[in-house]
T-cell receptor, first 114, second 114 residues
Framework: AQKVTQAQTEISVVEKEDVTLDCVYE???????LFWYKQPPSGELVFLIR??????QNEISGRYSWNFQKSTSSFNFTITASQVVDSAVYFC???????????FGSGTKLNVKP | IAGITQAPTSQILAAGRRMTLRCTQD?????MYWYRQDLGLGLRLIHY???????GKGEVPDGYSVSRANTDDFPLTLASAVPSQTSVYFC?????????????FGPGTRLTVL
C-alpha cells in the first residue's frame, strides 16, 4: 500500500519561531520519490523539493531544510525563523517508482502570526 | 510563459448536468494528471495520461472520464454531475511519467454541484 501521513492538521507559530512539519510515508517499493509542495492562500501549488529513496542527505535551502530518514520512513520539513509569508498549506507527496502516480498527504496548514 | 491553464476558474452546476473542465499546457510535457482537492483529504488522483493517446485511472475515477487527443490538452468530463463532485480540481503535468519528475500544477477549477 502507498500512503502518506501528515498528522499535523494545523500549526500556529509566531513569526521568527522555527517549525517542523512532519511527513511519514508507506511504500513497499525500494525506489521511490518524495516531494513537498506549498499551497499559499492564493491556491496554486508550488513545488519545493524532491528526494529519491537513495539519497538520504539532508538539504538546506535558505530558511528551509528537509530531513529524510528511511529508517523511520519520514521526510520532515523545517522552516527556520518563520515569516508571515510562510503561511500556507504544505503537502508531502510520494511517487512510487513505476506507478506514475503521486500520493499526497492530507496537508498541514501553517499559520505564522506577526 | 503560461504553463498550465485551466478553464473555467469556477463553476456552479446543477446536479445531472454534463460538464467538461479544460486543461492546456504549453510545456510539451508528456504526462498529465487530474486531481481533486477536498478539505482534510489532500489531493487525490482522478485520471492520468502518460503520453498522448493513453489514459489511466487514478485513485478516484468513478464519475469522471478523460481523453488525450494531443500533447497539450487533457479535458476532464463529468457525465452527470453529483453533489459529491463538489471540489477544487487541479490539472498537472510532468516532463515524463514517473521517476524523479516534479509535477507542475494549474491554478485549479472550483466546482460546486447543487
Amino acid at each position: 500500500a502507498q500512503k502518506v501521513t501528515q498528522a499535523q492538521t494545523e500549526i500556529s507559530v509566531v513569526e521568527k519561531e522555527d517549525v517542523t512539519l512532519d511527513c511519514v510515508y508507506e511504500t513497499r517499493d525500494t525506489t521511490y520519490y518524495l516531494f513537498w509542495y506549498k499551497q499559499p492562500p492564493s491556491g496554486e501549488l508550488v513545488f519545493l523539493i524532491r528526494r529519491n529513496s537513495f539519497d538520504e542527505q539532508n538539504e538546506i535551502s535558505g530558511r528551509y531544510s528537509w530531513n529524510f530518514q528511511k529508517s523511520t520512513s519520514s521526510f520532515n520539513f523545517t522552516i527556520t525563523a518563520s515569516q508571515v509569508v510562510d503561511s500556507a498549506v504544505y503537502f508531502c507527496a510520494l511517487d512510487p517508482y513505476n506507478f506514475n502516480k503521486f500520493y499526497f498527504g492530507s496537508g498541514t496548514k501553517l499559520n505564522v502570526k506577526p | 510563459i503560461a504553463g498550465i491553464t485551466q478553464a473555467p476558474t469556477s463553476q456552479i452546476l446543477a446536479a445531472g448536468r454534463r460538464m467538461t473542465l479544460r486543461c492546456t499546457q504549453d510545456m510539451r510535457h508528456n504526462a498529465m494528471y487530474w486531481y481533486r482537492q477536498d478539505l482534510g483529504l489532500g489531493l487525490r488522483l482522478i485520471h492520468y495520461s502518460n503520453t498522448a493517446g493513453t489514459t489511466g485511472k487514478g485513485e478516484v475515477p468513478d464519475g469522471y472520464s478523460v481523453s488525450r487527443a494531443n500533447t497539450d490538452d487533457f479535458p476532464l468530463t463529468l457525465a452527470s454531475a453529483v453533489p459529491s463532485q463538489t471540489s477544487v480540481y487541479f490539472c498537472a503535468s510532468s516532463d515524463r511519467a514517473g521517476g524523479f519528475n516534479e509535477q507542475f500544477f494549474g491554478p485549479g477549477t472550483r466546482l460546486t454541484v447543487l
